[in-house]
Nanobody, 124 residues
Framework: QVQLVESGGGLVQAGGSLRLSCAAS????????MGWFRQAPGKEREFVAA????????YYTDSVKGRFTISRDAAKNTLYLQMNSLKPEDTAVYYC?????????????????WGQGTQVTVSS
């Protein structure tokens, strides 16, 4: 099993910044990807960003390109999401997830393991 624990959410004004962390523990995989998704009330869970753990190749949804940065610290088994220039429409619960297949990284059903989520609220 894999355990994922997010932290770093909170309330911030528009234009502000937050950094989310996701600590991973448990079984290991020879190759995998990790991603961030978010879900706002009444909306479907949507892809935000992903990273291939082995070579740090990154992927982003268009709405966060240039504002968000996904990264990882392999020594700490921790995933990060640096969020700058936050907008009210970024308000959501943010989840980290792990995909052992490294395929179709923007599809939530490809991910086998999920954290509990952390709330991000951006006020206008």
């Amino acid at each position: 099993q894999v355990q994922l624990v997010e932290s770093g959410g909170g309330l911030v004004q528009a234009g502000g910044s937050l950094r989310l962390s996701c600590a991973a523990s448990g079984r290991t995989f020879s190759s995998y990807a990790m991603g961030w998704f978010r879900q706002a009330p009444g909306k479907e869970r949507e892809f935000v960003a992903a990273i291939i753990w082995s070579d740090s190749t990154t992927y982003y949804t268009d709405s966060v390109k240039g504002r968000f940065t996904i990264s990882r610290d392999a020594a700490k088994n921790t995933l990060y999401l640096q969020m700058n220039s936050l907008k009210p429409e970024d308000t959501a619960v943010y989840y980290c997830a792990l995909d052992p297949s490294c395929e179709r990284l923007n599809r939530p059903w490809e991910y086998d393991y999920w954290g509990q989520g952390t709330q991000v609220t951006v006020s206008s």
